[in-house]
């Protein structure tokens, strides 16, 4: 396939994209929506191949292409979520949500189990999630809590807490988790009133992206020095390095990783897993 000169970047990457997907995995919808990086990885590689040209005004200004190399294969995030010791009640609450409206939101399997691992290492008793949708990582956090631990789990969707809240049950996690229904901010700031500066080990933030600066400020007052701040979708499938990529919700994650670098307030360390995660220790 060749699409050459006229066609704009997002017209070409949704077209190739789209013949990358791979419903039939036994991850596929959430891969679909959540190994953006890799698919740009693969887009690269077919633009390299010859696969497709971009357009001229374009490529002029393009650093050159990563070599083609075994992140290009899908096989590797097949491999990587196959060695996922995911619990049956996060597959459950998985599956059903894959059968949902906006089901790529959920984080994947290996997202969710590092963020575990990171409650575990850091030995965490008091969390935050501000985006819970269905509960995924709300789930997988509050399954490796102490009992006395407690996450304040944020989100403005009733529907989707309603979901989120069966799981919890299930999983018995309910005495863990203060479901907080209502705008993100509101809570946070309301958490700031009643005394909570401080007083969290670690923070989840996983809602409207435009939003992250605020978020992130009164994130970094309710976390303790220490404290971990970890932010989602930070590559923004894969487009915050395709500079062709100007709309307005890639441009405010670019300038936030961007800000966060700079950040003299915490430790920072973006990781490529999912569809990016950023880690900010608040020093
Ligand atoms: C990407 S999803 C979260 C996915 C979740 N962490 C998981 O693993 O399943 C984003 C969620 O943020 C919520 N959200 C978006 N804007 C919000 C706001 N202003 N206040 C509260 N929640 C918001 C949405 O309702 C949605 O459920």
Do not use: C, S
């Given at each position: 396939m060749a699409i050459v000169g006229t066609a704009n970047a997002c017209l070409w990457r949704g077209i190739v994209l789209s013949g990358l997907r791979n419903p039939g995995t036994p991850f596929g919808r959430v891969q679909v929506a959540k190994c953006g990086q890799q698919r740009f990885h693969k887009l690269q590689c077919f633009a390299e191949q010859g696969h497709i040209e971009q357009p001229k005004s374009a490529r002029a200004n393009l650093p050159a292409p990563p070599k083609a190399n075994e992140l290009c294969d899908s096989r590797v995030i097949q491999y990587v979520q196959a060695q996922v010791r995911e619990p049956e009640i996060l597959r459950n609450l998985r599956e059903e949500t894959n059968k949902m409206h906006g089901s790529g939101m959920q984080v994947t399997p290996d997202q969710g189990q590092f963020l575990a691992m990171l409650v575990q290492l850091m030995g965490a008793e008091r969390c935050i999630e501000v985006g819970v949708f269905t509960g995924y990582s709300s789930l997988a956090v509050a399954l490796v809590l102490p009992d006395s631990g407690c996450l304040v789990a944020c989100d403005r969707s009733e529907a989707s807490l309603a979901v989120a809240q069966k799981y919890f049950k299930l999983g018995g996690v309910s005495h863990k988790v203060s479901v907080r229904l209502g705008m993100?901010?509101?809570?946070?700031?309301?958490?700031?009133?009643?005394?909570?500066?401080?007083?969290?080990?670690?923070?989840?933030?996983?809602?409207?992206?435009?939003?992250?600066?605020?978020?992130?400020?009164?994130?970094?007052?309710?976390?303790?020095?220490?404290?971990?701040?970890?932010?989602?979708?930070?590559?923004?499938?894969?487009?915050?390095?395709?500079?062709?990529?100007?709309?307005?919700r890639t441009q405010s994650i670019r300038d936030f990783n961007d800000f966060l670098l700079r950040d003299s307030r915490i430790d920072y360390n973006l990781v490529s897993i999912g569809d990016g995660m950023s880690l900010c220790r608040k020093r």
């Open positions: 993100a901010i509101d809570t946070l700031n309301e958490l700031l009133e009643h005394g909570g500066a401080g007083r969290y080990d670690l923070a989840f933030l996983d809602a409207d992206k435009m939003m992250y600066p605020q978020y992130y400020e009164l994130l970094l007052q309710l976390v303790r020095p220490g404290g971990l701040i970890v932010v989602d979708n930070v590559l923004w499938h894969g487009t915050v390095a395709d500079p062709l990529v100007v709309d307005k």
